[in-house]
């Protein structure tokens, strides 16, 4: 039976946990960021690997036959780590990320830095943030006022002088989006191309109010990667292994 460690923490690794369960030995490996997560079935482990020799290391020891990397589209770290780590094992390796969004009309930019430089230069007076908290503090000199919202809290002491916080988990829906961004007068919305159907209704619902979006372009994967984008291929990859 083919030992498999899927980094998750996504709709997509639950998913793919759940179509090779029991058939195969999986043991899911959550950052343990976020409080009371949603859990896969099979073992769990939560927690970091203490970088890259860490990660080779458990790999190792734990017999591992082959790695899914199936965390979100910018968790960049432990992308990297793992690449480099199963490069050096020459373990098999795949990453499984859901599509992007098609950026449309939305400015795009590099970082949550130029998307705060953009803020001030566009002159938005009423952004929505939902960069997720490791992104609020380059937002922290602006003038603009920002409605925040995360899955956990956000350091309090890197937030912007005028704010708001929601801390709220998706799926989210159009309706309930369309009334946040008039309720709170927005003028701009600031988001990372995540992917998937979960929180895209944001989008939606500011082209609707055609209020501008500004979209953090997602990192790219390390070179040589190969990836899939949907939960079945990802199901075939790890099948064909034996």
Not at 104 to 124: C, K, L, M, N, Y
Not at 211 to 238: C, N, Y
């Given at each position: ?136 503090s380059a937002f922290a000199d602006s003038d603009a006022w920002f409605l ?95």
């Open positions: 039976m083919t030992k498999l460690l899927l980094l998750g923490g996504t709709a997509e690794a639950r998913a793919l946990a759940q179509t090779l369960h029991p058939q195969v030995d999986i043991i899911s490996s959550l950052a343990g960021r976020v409080p009371d997560p949603a859990l896969p079935v099979g073992a769990v482990r939560i927690g970091g690997f203490g970088g890259i020799d860490g990660l080779r290391k458990w790999l190792q020891s734990q017999h591992i036959d082959a790695v899914v990397d199936a965390t979100h589209p910018f968790a960049a770290t432990i992308t990297a780590h793992a690449a480099q780590a199963c490069g050096e094992l020459q373990m098999p390796h795949l990453v499984l990320a859901r599509p992007p969004w098609d950026p449309g009309q939305a400015v795009v930019v590099s970082s949550d830095t130029q998307a705060a430089e953009t803020i001030a230069q566009q002159r938005f007076s009423r952004a929505f943030l939902t960069t997720g908290r490791s992104g609020v925040i919202r995360t899955v956990t809290a956000p350091d309090y002491a890197s937030l912007p002088r005028r704010h708001h916080v929601i801390l709220s988990r998706g799926p989210y829906h159009y309706d309930d989006e369309l009334q946040l961004l008039k309720e709170h007068r927005i003028d701009a919305l600031v988001t990372k191309n995540s992917g998937g159907e979960m929180t895209r209704a944001k989008l939606d619902a500011a082209a609707a109010l055609h209020v501008p979006i500004l979209m953090v372009a997602r990192p790219q994967l390390p070179p040589g990667i190969r990836a899939v984008s949907t939960v079945k291929e990802a199901a075939d990859w790890v099948a064909a292994l034996g």
